[in-house]
C-alpha cells in the first residue's frame, strides 16, 4: 500500500473516530471530581476504547502490508 494512501485512510478513520465521539460525548466509564473552581476529568474509559481501535487499526495495517 502507497504511504498516500494509508495517509488518506487513516484521515478517515480520524475523522469517523472524531465524529462519533462528539456524538457519544462522555463514555461511562470516564471519571469526574469537582472541588470549588478545580475540576479534574479521568477518560479511562475513553482511554480503553481508543486503544482497542488504535490496537485494531495497527494490526490490519500491518496485516495487509
Known sequence: MQIG????????????IGTIWTLIGKLPGDVTFKKGNVTVFFP????????????????LFSKFR
Open 5 to 16: 494512501k494509508m495517509f488518506l485512510l487513516l484521515g478517515v478513520v480520524f475523522i469517523i
Open 44 to 59: 479511562i474509559m475513553t482511554s480503553i476504547v481508543v486503544s482497542i481501535v488504535l490496537t485494531i487499526i495497527f494490526y
